[in-house]
């Protein structure tokens, strides 16, 4: 997740096709592969841009939590700290009871 305001798009910006169920946070994709590039969170407490590792190719990726954890779809079996809700990171950002385990 990146600050909102640090983000930009450099290259291709009229392939992007953005769509959400909450407008607070719209989901952007290319039109030209359908490849996922993130989630523009702009109106929210906490605006943020959450881009996927794949967009920044040069970062060296290395997970620390996973995020909106109450919505999984797979279990995962690592130590990392689970998160359902981002608000939980602003309200106890070290605690490791954040987003409860199981």
């Known amino acids: 997740m990146w600050p909102?305001?640090?983000v930009s798009i450099t290259r291709r910006k009229e392939k992007l096709a953005a769509w959400g169920l909450n407008p607070e946070t719209p989901r952007?994709?290319?039109a030209?592969?359908?490849g996922h590039v993130?989630?523009?969170r702009k109106h929210h407490a906490l605006p943020r841009v959450i881009l996927g590792p794949h967009i920044l190719p040069t970062l060296t990726f290395v997970p620390s939590l996973h995020v909106f954890y109450g919505e999984k779809v797979i279990e995962t079996?690592?130590?990392l700290l689970r998160v359902r809700k981002l608000s939980q990171l602003i309200?106890?950002?070290k605690s490791g009871a954040?987003?409860?385990g199981e």
């Open 98 to 100: 954040c987003g409860g």
């Open 91 to 93: 309200t106890k950002p």
């Open 4 to 6: 909102f305001d640090t």
């Open 77 to 79: 079996h690592d130590d």
């Open 28 to 30: 952007a994709w290319c």
């Open 32 to 34: 030209l592969c359908g």
């Open 38 to 40: 993130g989630a523009f």
